[in-house]
């Protein structure tokens, strides 16, 4: 038994804006961090309100190996960002999500959504068109919960 509980749900689109790295499996525990340390201090920079329900970390694969992973806020579909930083499109559409204990359990939790729950869902695939991405609430900090979701379709 798996200590993930899965569950599927519809997400709505969102747009966000942030910053991206392009990074390896191999090398993405010290880029993706060193990314957040620097989209961190930009927050200031934002209008207010953005990133109020949180921050998302969306992963757009490029190959098996290879990714962007972008550090990002909600944004409104009326507002400008500044400079430096760039925007990407959430689609809306059908996600596994779980949640995730800590950021130490989120390469774990991943790992679980791609290889051994689709297995499990004969009813579910995993959408290989559609970035995935993790949920960070307001205030968040590395000991504290966030949710992971994986895009699935229905077969």
């Known amino acids: 038994m798996s ?6 749900v519809e997400y709505p689109a969102k747009r966000l804006i942030g910053m991206k790295v392009r990074t390896s499996m191999a090398k993405a525990d010290t880029d993706c961090g060193a990314l957040w340390q620097a989209f961190g201090p930009r927050l200031e920079e934002l209008p207010k309100g953005a990133g109020g329900r949180g921050s998302y970390g969306v992963s757009v694969m490029l190959n098996a190996e290879d990714f962007d992973y972008w550090a990002a806020v909600e944004m409104a579909p009326s507002a400008a960002g500044p400079d430096g930083l760039g925007g990407l499109g959430l689609p809306a559409g059908l996600y596994a999500k779980v949640t995730v204990p800590n950021l130490d359990r ?29 949920l960070y609430p307001p205030n968040w900090q590395v000991t504290d919960a966030l949710e992971a979701f994986m895009p699935v379709i229905k077969v």
Request: glycine residues 6%; aromatic residues 22%; charged residues 10%.
């Open 3 to 8: 200590e993930y509980i899965v569950t599927v």
């Open 106 to 134: 989120l390469g774990p939790a991943f790992m679980y959504l791609y290889e051994a729950w689709p297995k499990s869902q004969p009813g579910y695939a995993i959408n290989y068109q559609v970035p995935c991405f993790e």
